[in-house]
């Protein structure tokens, strides 16, 4: 017989070892569904519905309060926040959070230490206060008020509520405007509990900055894993 060109020498030929190849049997056991329902019959005609909102909606963020998470998330080369834990993808809702009281101490004093670690030598020279976002739709009791109250307490500064107002229900690109006299100290801390895409941060430096004053910026939650 003639060689195989297409064969290199010493190869070996795998002719004779597949035809001797015994490929095994997938026959399938017929499956008793005498126990399913079957499945109703679509109507093709029938008019479709919007599916709701919250159905929509990814699943709610969550934190786990891991130690060791504290991190800077820049929105742009000069403008840094400086945030203690991150979302994760086990823990406690965002919504189960805010809803328990013993939280608002408990981000208290976890922040304070953090700002006290970072500013501790310029937050004991003084002229020191704190801001938080505006209030939206929880005004009664607005979780970042309560916990920035509290801080402020903890760090022995100065907490001006209300500082800033907004009158738009979009949070990107919001125009933020002073509620109450602008705060007359020269280094500002601006607190937020959560962030996500830092909007409303962006809004609160873009309405402080004309005062020229030191920004620092801290969160308690950066809502992005």
Known sequence: MEPNRSVRNGAIELDEM???????????PDLDASFASPAPAKDLFA???????????????????????VRISYRNPAFGIISLWKKSLYGRTLTDIKSNPDMVEFFATNVAKLIGQILGCSLANGDWCLVTSPKRRHKVR???????????????????EDIAECHSKHRVGAVFTFGAEPPKENNIIVFDDFVTTGATMISMRNLLMPLQKNLVFFTAISNKI
């Open 47 to 69: 008019e479709k519905k919007r599916a709701a909102w919250k159905d929509v909606q990814q699943a709610e963020a969550r934190c786990d309060f891991a130690p060791n998470k």
């Open 18 to 28: 597949l035809n001797d190849i015994e490929v095994p049997s997938l026959d399938v």
């Open 142 to 160: 607005n979780f970042a008020s309560l916990i920035s109250a509290r801080l402020a307490e903890l760090l022995g500064i100065p907490f001006y």
